[in-house]
């Protein structure tokens, strides 16, 4: 198997590197789309981490993780896609910040 | 027959909580019948136990029943248990019949109410209470009746509790009670730490063998019960609460605050008349708070405009004569006095009822007048209960009983000139203002206009009690009359009979004619100051010094007036100075932290999402850090 090859310190940082990217994309991002593709990245690169730590100890635990990871992904993703269609609807508008109705 | 008599309290008590658990899922006439019939049946037993007892009396003219022992702890023993007597038959066939009549009526009389369940709920436990009272065999029994009686009170004074000046007459009349309440708890502490225990008939035995007469013990202990019983019987300086009480409805004024509950002091220093001997400056005390008691009320009744007050400064004063009995010693005439007046007064409330009802809750008596052919039942009743409150001669039965009680004023071997005097003024006083109200309601010009008649279940009460308000006076007939003395007869199975002044002068007889004459002599003055000189009246109440005068015996001699600036203000400035102690200081920094902390929280709830998704990711971070660094 020359997936081990691939030591795990350089998978961790690889998935360490997207989950920044795609943290930094939901904080900076005012389009709610595109906070909803960060939200992507972000769970990607846990499942990054998992599926490294599972060739590691060649357990398939961490395979099976990434699929419930891609199960909850689309989930999510279908309920976002509806709220930010709701959104536009409701305010025209896709910047998060001027969604915001609340007071103080 | 004798020991059926746990039913008699138990029955009302039964009504109550049924009526309390689904009463107000009931139709109203279901309601009626458990309200008014467990009285009924409560006032036929009575009946025929008292039957019972006079043609068949038990050994010592006593019978005791324990149903079970309530307190049994380290030496001190307390039962529910009911002792009957002559005393308490005559208190408890009185209260039950009566309060059957007042029942019967009130199903009638609050018809229209919102609360007609409620209302017999606690009319139910009212009489269940007093019943405890009456026949509770020790002090603790007797207590939890008393207590349960001023709470009812409390209940119904406030029963229409959506305007609060019933609500705070009502809480007028449990704190000024609680006042003597609280004295009497603490009596009742005295005797029971002295005499170590508080079963009645022992405790006055004890007492008799353990106390001189007139030592400090008994008299401590005698005053404090004193006290209580003068808050309960609204007698000065704690009477200021019963007019007040008459914003209940009125079948509650005819029962609790007339017949039965305000006389449940005369009740508890007649049952205590053993320690009360041992105490004779209690007792002068008690006959000139009576006395004074009977003049004050008796004056400010003379300027009420509201029929209600002067019904209730009437009965201020009423009771006001049986203490005077009680404290001269002749304990069989308060008895009576107080079974003639539960009967007259309970009458004259339910006549008044009747009036207000038909003039859609008109109370002023000024705004009556002409009801005579209007309301013929009421009228004649009325007629017939004033008369007797007024001691009309020979055929009425307040004559007989506060004859009574002016002639033991005078001849008892406790009474003096001075009291008989004030009881005969108070006389005068009395026929004065009961037909001032009489002419001015039922004859004059007419105003107003009917609203509805009563009916036959109003009307009956009041015919049975205008006969007895006649009838009772006959059970103790004078000699002169050829009668016999029956009645204090059968109560001086229970009481000590009064003891004879040595040097008496004068006669019953002469004194009875003196107090005749005094009542028909009111009776007149009112007949020509109210009825044909009415412009004489109304000058005076023009002048100057006139209209001072009634002001100020309106308001009931400014009692009300004295305690707002003796003791309320005071209090209250008291309380605002008190009120940012140092103990208010740290809950007052834990309320201010709390708030503090309150509006930093809120002020992050922005709305704004990517602020949130900032603080899960601080959050997180801080964590994290702490499972790996700690």
């Known amino acids: ?104 | 027959m004798l020991h059926f008599v746990w039913l008699v309290p138990t029955l009302p008590l039964a009504g109550f909580f049924m009526l309390a658990l689904v009463g107000s899922r009931l139709p109203r006439a279901a309601t009626a019948v458990i309200g008014a019939g467990t009285v009924g049946l409560s006032a036929l037993i009575s009946m025929l136990i008292g039957a019972a007892f006079m043609t068949n009396p038990p050994p010592d003219y006593f019978y005791s029943q324990d149903l079970w022992m309530w307190i049994n702890a380290s030496g001190f023993t307390a039962a529910i248990g009911l002792y009957l007597d002559a005393l308490a038959l005559l208190m408890m066939v009185v209260v039950t019949f009566v309060a059957f009549l007042i029942h019967l009526y009130s199903t009638e009389f609050m018809i229209d109410d919102d609360g007609y369940s409620r209302f017999f709920a606690y009319m139910n436990l009212f009489v269940a209470s007093m019943l405890m009272l009456v026949l509770g065999g020790n002090l603790l029994l007797l207590y939890l009746g008393w207590e349960g009686v001023g709470l009812c009170s409390y209940l119904l004074i406030g029963f229409w509790y959506s305007d609060p000046a019933n609500g705070a007459a009502a809480q007028k009349a449990f704190i000024v009670t609680r006042i003597g309440d609280t004295a009497m708890a603490i009596g009742l502490f005295l005797l029971v730490t002295k005499l170590g225990t508080l079963d009645i008939q022992t405790l006055m035995r004890r007492a008799a063998e353990a106390w001189q007469v007139g030592s400090a013990l008994p008299i401590a202990a005698a005053a404090l019960l004193l006290a209580g019983a003068l808050g309960k019987s609204a007698q000065l300086p704690l009477q200021t609460w019963l007019p007040d009480a008459m914003a209940g409805p009125t079948p509650v004024s005819a029962l609790i605050h007339a017949a039965t509950m305000v006389t449940a002091g005369v009740y508890l220093i007649a049952r205590m008349h053993g320690l009360f001997l041992l105490a004779p400056p209690v007792l002068t005390a008690v006959a000139v708070i009576g006395a004074a008691t009977l003049l004050v009320a008796g004056v400010s009744a003379l300027m009420q405009r509201d029929i209600k007050r002067v019904l209730a400064y009437s009965t201020i004063s009423q009771i006001g004569y049986m203490f005077l009995a009680l404290g001269v010693g002749a304990w069989t005439a308060a008895m009576f006095h107080f079974m003639t007046h539960a009967l007259f007064k309970s009458l004259l409330f339910l006549g008044a009822g009747a009036i207000i009802m038909s003039l859609h809750h008109e109370h002023d008596i000024f705004k009556m007048g002409g009801l005579r052919r209007k309301l013929p039942v009421t009228f004649w009743t009325f007629l017939v209960a004033s008369a007797s409150l007024a001691g009309f001669p020979l055929v009425t039965a307040g004559f007989y009983s506060k004859d009574l009680i002016l002639w033991n004023a005078w001849s008892s071997s406790r009474g003096s000139p001075w009291l008989w005097a004030a009881g005969l003024a108070g006389a005068f006083l009395t026929g004065i203002y009961i037909f001032r109200l009489v002419f001015t309601v039922f004859y004059g010009e007419e105003h107003g206009h009917m609203e509805k008649s009563p009916g036959l279940r109003i009307h009956i009460p009041l015919v049975v009690l205008a006969v007895l308000a006649v009838v009772a006076g006959f059970v103790e007939a004078p000699e002169f009359l050829g009668g016999k003395p029956w009645f204090s007869g059968f109560m001086e199975t229970a009481l000590p009979s009064p003891v004879k002044s040595p040097v008496v002068s004068g006669s019953e007889t002469l004194f009875e004619f003196a107090a005749g004459v005094v009542a028909l002599a009111a009776i007149g003055l009112a007949y020509i100051l109210f009825l044909r000189a009415r412009l004489m009246v109304q000058r005076l109440g023009l002048s100057t010094t006139g209209r001072l005068a009634a002001r100020y015996f309106f308001v009931g001699w400014g009692f009300d007036w004295l305690y707002d600036r003796v003791l309320i203000r005071p209090f209250i400035r008291l309380c605002g100075f008190a009120k940012d102690d140092f103990i208010d200081r740290v809950y007052g920094g834990i309320a201010f932290a709390i708030r503090l902390f309150h509006h930093a929280l809120s002020s992050t709830e922005t709305g704004r999402v990517r602020w949130y998704a900032a603080g899960i990711v601080f959050g997180a971070v801080v964590l994290v850090a702490i499972a790996v660094f700690l």
């Open chain 1, 1 to 104: 198997m020359n997936v081990a090859a691939i030591p795990m310190p350089y998978g961790l940082m690889l998935a360490t590197v997207l989950f920044a990217l795609g943290l930094v994309g939901v904080l900076v991002r005012r389009n709610v789309v595109f906070v909803l593709m960060s939200i992507e990245v972000m769970l990607n690169a846990a499942g990054l981490a998992f599926v490294t730590a599972g060739s590691r100890w060649s357990q398939a635990d961490g395979q099976v993780m990434f699929l419930m990871i891609l199960a909850t992904a689309g989930a999510e993703v279908s309920v976002g896609l509806a709220l930010v269609l709701q959104l536009y609807r409701h305010f025209r508008t896709l910047d998060v910040d001027s969604a915001s109705n609340m007071r103080g």
